[in-house]
């Protein structure tokens, strides 16, 4: 990587990519994306129609994001843009909550007319999220090798990347790595621009970041402040010059007011969310993450001191294990050899943007580690933080997930220092048996995630039509089930009914007791609501016994209670 003070104003040209490179790269790599996400997933989620495999999931997440959206299908368009209050009625509650990618969730909307009665994008989002983590793995890699064949190779590292095969079709939005690359790529950038540039393009991050999962921001945020500094560094000539320093830091106010603005666009802030519901802590990710397959990989999978670990899931895989040791390697002698000549200090400060890395890395893996360093079962460093700072930082407590920007950090460190020591032909070696054993370790995740995806689903049984759909207009779950939750949202979905609880990312679980003590009280004193279906579980069955309903039992444990209005019994009879 050249010294960034070297010149001051660097083109395309001089940079070492050209147009041609930057789109014919971006296509392969996409291509190669495209080609993986077919191989791993077939092509039957890609019927518009068939949102079977989505209701048949184990997971609860994709079942969340899905109909989460076709509720915000169901629901008039507002300002915010976002906003929906069908499934916590009479609250309203964004699609940012439901995480089923807001940009992705308007761009649906507008095309509703044309699509099924229940139309799944989502394979057509992760054939997408495939294509451009290839892509821009590709142009990311050759930004700073500048070898297009090895560039070509290595995307294959971010296409066959493990957490994302971990959280495609978990959590959806969560797999668009292709962000933190695209910020990398950016960085990385020898170019020169002006602060209304940098202010557009730091904008620009802070919408997609929101557009996709806001979990993002905090990824673009890291890499663009490193930007910010790298800027300060190499061409403000005057370091005392308020001004400089002033001009250089816009671009991130951008950022930030774009971000916040895109929230309220989408209309995070409708209703006040529990942000410190749960405090940071148990989601970090362990020190074994690098190495630590968890079952999914060749390696055998190791302990974690929680459960929840896997939130910092960072397995990197065998062939980028072997080039970040070869790597190693090399910068352990070169750094022998730098300290040895007393030139470490002077090699790093004429190298900025690859101080910066280290910088970010560290970064990076503070804020996946914290609260506590654990390595497998056994804390070496226990927390220090108390109570209420980690409840306010409970906003991520899912804090693990930053060590994917590590992932990236380590997979193009190795490629960029592989190819400055190693020969052509040794390279060449060492990428192909790297690459090689990369897919040999990822193959019984491809293979188990393509038996699921390209199998055939039963149909959904939906325990909503045990009730007469035509007496009713609202759905009241008296206590909180999560697989229960989404059969009768997505029966709500398709019949245009509201619901009054749902899963959330963020809870809003005080004003929904709340109202539902409103809705028992106005029941037991004799007046439910003849337009609401009321669904029990054996326990609130007894608490809400004096209430004039009539009830149906469908199990031990699930009833369904309503008031039939005269007419309707009338009708009936």
Not at 44 to 55: M, Q, V
Not at 295 to 312: A, V
Not at 427 to 440: D, G, H, N
Request: net charge neutral.
């Amino acid at each position: 990587m050249k010294d960034p003070t070297e010149k001051k104003t660097v083109t395309e040209e001089e940079s070492g990519l050209h147009n041609s490179d930057f789109y014919m790269l971006f296509f392969f790599g996409a291509a190669l994306g495209v080609l993986a996400f077919l191989i791993t997933y077939g092509t039957s989620i890609l019927d518009l129609a068939n949102d079977k495999w989505i209701l048949r999931n184990t997971d609860i997440d994709i079942k969340q994001h899905y109909i989460g959206l076709l509720h915000y299908l169901n629901a008039p368009w507002s300002f915010p843009l976002g906003c929906m209050d069908t499934l916590s009625y009479p609250y309203t509650m964004s699609i940012v909550w439901t995480d089923s990618i807001p940009i992705f969730c308007v761009f649906t909307k507008l095309l509703k007319g044309l699509l099924p009665t229940t139309p799944q994008l989502f394979g057509w989002y992760g054939l997408l999220t495939f294509a451009l983590n290839g892509g821009f793995g590709a142009i990311l890699t050759f930004r700073v090798t500048k070898n297009r064949t090895l560039s070509l190779f290595s995307s294959f590292f971010f296409i066959f990347s493990f957490p994302v095969l971990q959280r495609l079709f978990y959590h959806t939005s969560l797999a668009a790595h292709y962000i933190i690359s695209a910020a990398l790529y950016y960085f990385y950038s020898d170019i020169k621009r002006s602060p209304l540039k940098r202010g557009i393009i730091y904008g620009f991050f802070g919408f997609l970041c929101v557009s996709i999962h806001s979990y993002f921001l905090p990824f673009a945020g890291v890499i663009l402040l490193a930007d910010t500094v790298k800027t300060y560094i190499t061409e403000v000539p005057d370091k005392k010059n308020i001004m400089g320093l002033v001009k250089t830091g816009i671009p991130l106010l951008s950022f930030c007011i774009v971000a916040l603005f895109s929230l309220y666009f989408y209309g995070a802030f409708s209703t006040p969310v529990n942000h410190a519901g749960f405090s940071l802590g148990e989601f970090n990710a362990n020190l074994n993450t690098f190495y630590n397959s968890l079952g999914d990989g060749r390696l055998p999978g190791l302990k974690n001191k929680y459960n929840t670990q896997y939130e910092g899931f960072g397995y990197l895989g065998l062939g980028v294990l072997i080039m970040c040791a070869v790597s190693a390697l090399i910068l352990i002698q070169k750094s022998v050899r730098l300290i040895s000549e007393n030139k470490l200090k002077v090699f790093m400060k004429s190298h900025v943007k690859i101080l910066l890395t280290v910088c970010m890395f560290i970064i990076f893996f503070i804020m996946a580690v914290v609260p506590e360093a654990d390595l497998d079962e056994v804390t070496l460093i226990p927390g220090i933080f108390p109570h209420s700072i980690k409840r306010i930082l409970g906003v991520f407590r899912s804090n693990g997930r930053f060590i994917w920007g590590d992932i990236y950090i380590l997979i193009l460190s190795s490629v960029y220092v592989l190819n400055k020591k190693a020969g052509e032909k040794v390279l060449c070696v060492i990428v192909s048996v790297c690459l090689i054993l990369q897919v040999f370790d990822i193959s019984p995740m491809i293979i188990k995630k393509r038996e699921y995806y390209t199998g055939t689903y039963d149909d959904f049984d939906l325990l909503g039509k045990y009730v007469p759909e035509d007496i009713y207009d609202h759905i009241v779950m008296t206590f909180d089930n999560g697989d229960l939750k989404m059969n009768f949202a997505y029966y709500a979905a398709l019949n245009h009914k509201t619901m009054n609880r749902f899963y959330f990312a963020r809870d809003i679980d005080s004003v929904i007791n709340e109202k539902l003590d409103e809705y028992k009280k106005e029941a037991v004193e004799g007046r439910p609501d003849e337009r609401t279906v009321y669904i029990f579980n054996a326990e609130t069955m007894k608490e809400w016994e004096a209430a004039p309903l009539h009830t149906e039992k469908v199990n031990d444990d699930l009833f369904f209670g309503y008031r039939v209005p005269e007419i309707s019994t009338s009708t009936r009879q």
